[in-house]
């Protein structure tokens, strides 16, 4: 098969193509179980394979994909032909940045393949956390697990030949309740990187007995809780909601394709313009944020981007300056020619698609915050004066350039005179981005450090949903709008 | 292509029946094409054929699934994945309750929402399009970007009960121009749903652009005050917002688990405004209809609001077996929403602006990024987006900056709802997230929403 496809690129390029690639996926396999109120409403297994064909021809890109492998010629010639279409249309050539040909694997660490695992183990594992969360006060509980596997095999015109063996796991388990006015709350614990691997040895009962305990007692505690207050005052963003703080006003606004205009028909733009590349103040000196495929063990970290690219660790924010972008081949070669100066060398990476069918577009790696010197939370909540702690992601929504935001947490706690006082529900709070991130005032330290997983980042069209990774820690920022 | 369909899913059918085993198939095939536009240029011009198998298994109260993208040749594989399917279910548990098995009693297909010539428009008929649409709209600072989304879409379902099958096939495109400036920021969108290629109008497209493009070009744009505003929605905004209603305001399955600001005692009494009736409408075709649903029902026109008055819960068959309540005709990939039309005669967002006003009116197209605050108050937030207006009492108009709606969605279309227009647009609320699955939402072009609190406002785009 991979001769086979060498043969089509290379029949393409001599056809008239600058550039053509295929991934294809011989297996991508992935089971799904949801477990609520103690029935097990899905039990899904599923399995594709496929090939998908980029073709470069006259600055313009054209993409075909099929199920069937059987016709390859003629996907390749769909391609090719979607490929001089475009080319009919084109303001600024599609160039690539320089890469060198790559041969080589990547297998994402795991210890236990969970599709070894029996069915029967995995539910009986949801029946013993359904069975921990079903405790007064709960009305839902909803316990699950989405364990995915797949081999992507990457080759160029270019010379490239990259085998890729990914297992992705990602388990969840909520309880909700009902307060006096009839509000429906939640808590949930979604385990981000808990070792050095990523299979079915990530399900470890005792941490996930111990957070089905801790959720059902705060869910308990928010279903008592007075209202957040509107008022303004600090925020301590614990990591449960900071990574999508993070994901959203700094990973999706540094996307460079996102910059340079090619979402906005869609989820939109960036407030982020070329000349502001070493010169914005993005966030105060205690901010530095990296785009870090290296780390190890994340679905952040995939070896090589869908570009062929080798993993890269790259600063994006640095004490505050904003220095880089996530970027892949094209934007950055894009971006140096209309800044009329190199802000980019080469790409960053991060060029990635979420199947064979979907083309490879910029998308976030682990974007991190590094962990600060202002201690554990213990510390930061002491040196503070009036301030709020939030929690648990319930609900996200940012302006078209990312330039504001407001998130929504599923709990609260006051702090008052360097102290935690009490749980408060229905928390809130509002921003601007670079006022924002200009108001941190404290940064946790390593013991605040988690890596929390996203495996739902949507973008493009058509629509992709990625896997990825963000290393945040606590952290806290002054004079925000709270409790609308 | 539909025979082969039919008798692979027969073949599949029998498979499973000499096994003992109990299944039901569910396929999705798709041919979907979308070509992207950005900077003015065709960023990515794709297509993708894809064929998916979904395959549930029964044994009492145990059930299972095995998905697959697969092709119509590997019908060996979809046979092991009905071996796959039935092996799961052993180590399953129970369900609670009777999970049904769909009874076909006749054999249905439905191709009337198809269009071959729109499901088979070319490249170059996409492109011409958008060139007719943007002409002479662009210039150096001022780009375009959009989209052209166009396909075939065929579901087909069949089970051990019978031998009856069902199919639907149909011809949907999607399209939406953006222009925007570079340096600016500002964004204007036009929008176009089509379910037969006659549907297509780029001129209708160019006039509404060219409208909002003189507008945003001619005037400043300005932060305005947060603060309480009459507000006039477009059809993106109002199909936006009754999506969401779909997911928190009638679904009686999100109703029992505790995510709907409507309760049971809330059936047969009033929850909006007079002014607000909804319908899930089969008989339209621009909603690219479901005229049978996955258990066999005849869809027929199902009120959800009348006057006001909340008409009752929607129930898919999992969510009816589980709560014992009849299953309506929902279990479907999507609904045909249809919000009725008001008496305020304004057609178009020239004759809006051109409305004598008593006040100052907020003119919000299109709302970017609604998530649910909370879901049982049906409180929703989101941003402006795509050429807001201000239309000012002394009938000037004024460009304002983006502003943040955060809002219950029983403010919105309960008392604080003025007025609806009596003219009709199609808001296709698509998205091309998984398999392909056209939807749109008839509804008025603009309702006005008195006093609505803006919490948020840009001090620029």
């Known amino acids: 098969m991979i001769n086979e496809l060498k043969q089509q690129i290379e029949r393409l390029r001599n056809a008239g193509a600058t550039y053509v690639d295929a991934r294809w996926y011989p297996l991508e396999e992935s089971s799904d179980l949801t477990m609520w109120n103690g029935n097990l409403k899905n039990a899904t297994a599923s399995r594709e394979s496929g090939v998908g064909v980029r073709v470069l021809y006259k600055g313009a890109w054209g993409f075909s994909a099929s199920s069937d492998i059987s ?94 063996k990914i297992i992705e796991v990602f388990p969840a388990i909520q309880v909700m309740g009902v307060d006096a006015q009839g509000v429906t709350h939640t808590r949930k614990y979604q385990p981000g990187r808990i070792g050095a691997t990523r299979g079915w040895e990530t399900m470890d009962r005792k941490l996930f007995t111990d957070n089905a305990a801790r959720i059902v007692k705060e869910l308990n505690e928010v ?9 303004t005052r600090s925020v301590i963003l614990l990591p449960g909601i900071m990574f999508l703080q993070t994901h959203e ?9 996102r910059i340079l205009g090619y979402e906005l028909a869609y989820a939109g733009g960036s407030f982020v313009r070329l ?146 006082k009490h749980v408060v529900k229905n928390a809130t709070y509002r921003g601007e981005t670079v006022k924002f991130y200009n108001s941190l005032t404290a940064v946790g330290d390593e013991s605040t450090w988690e890596v929390q997983y996203v495996d739902n980042c949507g973008k493009g069209q058509p629509n992709q949903v990625m896997q990825l990774g963000h290393g945040v820690p606590v952290c806290r920022f002054d004079n925000v709008t709270i409790g609308e | 292509m539909k025979e082969k369909i039919l008798n692979i899913l027969g073949e599949l059918r029998q498979y499973a029946i000499n096994k003992g085993i109990s299944a039901a198939f569910f396929y999705h095939e798709e041919d979907s094409y979308l070509m992207r536009f950005a900077n003015s240029a065709i960023s990515l011009n794709t297509n993708e054929h894809l064929v998916r198998l979904e395959i549930t298994t029964y044994d009492g109260r145990k059930r299972a699934e095995y998905q697959m993208i697969t092709d119509l040749n590997q019908v060996e594989q979809m046979k092991a994945g009905i071996d796959t399917a039935a092996e799961m279910m052993k ?45 002479g709209l662009e210039t150096g600072e001022i780009t375009l970007s959009g989209i052209f989304s166009s396909g075939t879409n065929i579901t087909a379902q069949i089970n051990t009960r019978s031998e009856h099958t069902q199919y639907f096939k149909s011809s949907d495109a999607q399209v939406n121009l953006v222009l925007s400036h570079g340096a ?22 160019h006039s509404e652009l060219a409208f909002l493009s003189h507008v945003y070009t001619t005037t400043v744009p300005q932060q305005i005050p947060v603060g309480t505003y009459d507000i006039v929605l477009g059809s993106a905004a109002i199909g936006d917002l009754l999506d969401l209603m779909n997911w928190i305001g009638f679904s009686g399955g999100m109703m029992k688990r505790g995510f709907s600001f409507t309760t049971q005692e809330q059936v047969g009494k009033p929850v909006f405004s007079e002014k607000f009736t909804l319908v899930d409408d089969p008989t339209r075709r621009e909603t690219f209809p479901y005229k049978r649903d996955v258990s066999g029902i005849e869809r027929k026109p199902f009120p ?16 009816a077996d589980e709560y014992g309540a009849q299953p309506t005709g929902h279990t479907v990939m999507h609904k045909s929403l249809v919000l009725h039309c008001g008496d305020q005669p304004v057609d178009s967002l020239e004759a809006l602006v051109s409305m004598p006003r008593e006040k100052d009116l907020l003119y919000i197209p ?9 879901p049982s108050r049906g409180l929703i937030t989101g941003s402006s987006r795509f050429g807001a207006l201000l239309l000012k009492k002394d009938g000037s108009v004024a460009v304002p900056f983006n502003v943040r709606l955060t809002q219950s969605l029983l403010d919105i279309f309960g008392e604080k709802l003025q007025w609806l227009s009596s003219t009709e647009k199609i808001a296709n609320t698509s998205m091309s997230y998984g398999a392909r699955n056209p939807k749109a939402i008839v509804l008025p072009a603009f309702i006005r929403v008195n006093g609505l609190e803006i919490s948020h406002s840009n001090s620029a785009f």
Request: proline letters at 4%; one cysteine or more.
């Open chain 2, 366 to 374: 299109y709302l970017h990024y609604m998530n649910i605050v909370n």
């Open chain 1, 275 to 420: 000349e502001d590349f070493g010169k914005l103040q993005y966030g105060s000196s205690k901010l530095t944020a990296r785009a870090d495929a290296t780390l190890p063990n994340t679905p952040g970290s995939f070896g090589y981007d869908d570009d062929g690219i080798p993993a890269q660790n790259n600063l994006l924010i640095d004490k505050g300056l904003l220095v880089g972008a996530i970027t892949g081949r094209q934007m950055v070669e894009e971006a140096n020619a209309k800044a009329r100066k190199p802000i980019f060398n080469g790409s960053g990476g991060a060029n990635r698609a979420t199947s064979f069918y979907r083309v490879p577009i910029e998308r976030m790696t682990n974007i991190n915050i590094d962990f600060g010197t202002d201690g554990t939370l213990d510390d930061i909540v002491k040196n503070t004066e009036k301030g709020v702690i939030l929690d648990g992601e319930k609900s996200w929504s940012i302006g078209s350039n990312r330039e504001q935001f407001h998130f929504a947490t599923d709990i609260g706690w006051v702090v008052e005179d360097g102290e935690v």
């Open chain 1, 71 to 164: 016709q390859l010629a003629g996907l390749f010639d769909k391609a090719f032909d979607n490929a001089r279409v475009a080319a009919e249309r084109v303001t600024f050539p599609v160039r690539l940045a320089e890469k060198d040909a790559i041969q080589a694997s990547f297998t994402s660490p795991n210890e236990i393949d969970p599709f070894t695992v029996e069915l029967s183990e995995k539910v009986d594992f949801l029946k013993e956390m359904d069975s921990l969360m079903n405790q007064s006060g709960v009305v839902q509980r909803a316990s699950g697990m989405t364990f995915m596997k797949k081999q992507i095999i990457f080759v160029d015109s270019e010379g490239s030949e990259i085998e890729k």
């Open chain 2, 91 to 135: 180590h399953t548990q129970p369900l609670s309750y009777d999970p049904t098995i769909p009874l076909y009693t006749e054999t249905y297909a439905d191709e009337s929402s198809y269009d071959q010539a729109l499901a088979q428009l070319s490249n170059e008929e996409k492109l011409a399009y958008f060139n007719q649409a943007a002409e």
């Open chain 2, 184 to 205: 600016q920021k500002w964004e204007i969108l036009a929008e176009q749903s089509a379910q037969q290629k006659a549907d297509l109008d780029p001129a209708a497209v």
């Open chain 2, 304 to 319: 959800l609001f009348t006057r006001g008055v909340f008409d009752g819960y929607t129930w898919v068959q999992d969510d």
């Open chain 1, 249 to 257: 006003t700094i990973g999706h606004a540094l996307e460079l394709d």
């Open chain 1, 223 to 231: 279903l008592v809780a007075e209202d957040c207050p509107r008022d």
